[in-house]
């Protein structure tokens, strides 16, 4: 099986910018741990010229996936059930004013399952190895169609039949890059 890595076409030079608030721990989130909130939705800034044109596409990628409305439907009707989502609502930064709703996603699952015969690496400026190219073994994936990638937390990772399923439909600004062309430098 062939699996992808899923995230938003980038650069995206039309996304808009996002501060994080300080609720949401970027290294807790990628490692799938529940936040925890105080208030929902979450409200997320965003710093916006007035002559700047602001495509808001079906996932932004400030650190940690959003999701429209539209791509937290389509996952869960194509069957993810790993994600627990947390409504956000982006403002203006300088008016406060409300100008999309988004779900955080938070993958619950982070699999172990690369492959160490098919992967490769190489030294990093460190002297510690460092995955350049990654294979995945099918078999400890668990069956997940989506999860994210053990050893680079970074990366959602999807099998071929979902990317398949989400490709039928209508989506903004996405991006399935199969995993044989992702390339780390060191």
């Keep these: 099986m062939q699996y992808y ?18 609720e949401i721990d970027l290294i807790e989130s990628i490692m799938g741990k529940k936040p925890n909130f ?3 939705p979450i409200k997320m800034e965003a710093d916006i010229d007035e002559d700047e044109t602001v495509v808001y596409t079906d996932i932004i ?16 009707e194509c ?14 930064y300088n008016t ?9 996603g938070v993958v619950q ?6 492959d160490l015969d098919k992967s490769k690496f190489e030294e990093g400026k460190m002297g510690k190895s460092v995955i350049t190219k990654f294979a995945i073994d099918e078999s400890r994936t668990n069956g997940l169609n989506l999860f994210r990638f053990h050893n ?11 990317k398949n399923e989400l490709s039928k439909r209508d989506f903004n600004g996405i991006s399935f890059k199969n995993i044989n062309e992702y390339s780390r430098k060191v």
């Design 109 to 114: 699952s982070i699999v172990a399952c690369i």
């Design 79 to 92: 069957g993810v059930t790993n994600i627990d989502y947390y409504p956000v609502t982006i403002v203006d």
């Design 152 to 162: 680079i937390p970074g990366l959602i990772i999807i099998n071929e039949e979902l």
């Design 5 to 22: 890595i899923f995230d938003e076409v980038s650069p995206n030079i039309d996304a808009p910018f996002l501060d994080l608030p300080d």
């Design 96 to 104: 406060k004013d409300a100008l999309a709703e988004y779900y955080l």
């Design 61 to 76: 990628n400030p650190g940690v996936p959003l999701f429209s409305p539209k791509m937290k439907t389509a996952l869960e």
């Design 38 to 40: 105080d208030e929902l």
